[in-house]
């Protein structure tokens, strides 16, 4: 799912692990024009993992949020 928040774009995924929970991941980018033109980017990694894919989603857009208010002004 991809998201704006601000100037940032945010895209959250649910990748399907061995064990067949879902782990949340979010990808995180500023600067100008479409998504392919960003200029800053931050990957957040695994995050949490859940039973339900969105769980996972909506874990990864608020730690996402999170991270651009602390961490970008």
Same mark, same amino acid.
């Given at each position: 799912?991809?998201?704006?928040?601000?100037?940032?774009?945010?895209?959250?995924?649910?990748?399907?692990?061995?064990?067949?929970?879902?782990? +949340?991941? @979010?990808?995180?980018?500023?600067?100008?024009?479409?998504?392919?033109?960003?200029? %800053?980017?931050? $990957?957040?990694?695994?995050?949490?993992?859940?039973?339900?894919? +969105?769980? @996972?989603?909506?874990?990864?857009?608020?730690?996402?949020?999170?991270?651009?208010? %602390?961490?970008? $002004?």
């Amino acid at each position: 799912m991809q998201y704006e928040y601000g100037t940032f774009h945010i895209d959250c995924r649910a990748h399907r692990a061995n064990d067949g929970r879902y782990v +949340a991941r @979010a990808r995180i980018s500023r600067g100008p024009g479409n998504a392919e033109d960003r200029v %800053e980017t931050h $990957d957040s990694g695994d995050i949490d993992s859940f039973a339900d894919e +969105a769980d @996972a989603i909506s874990c990864a857009k608020a730690w996402a949020i999170k991270w651009c208010d %602390e961490n970008w $002004d």
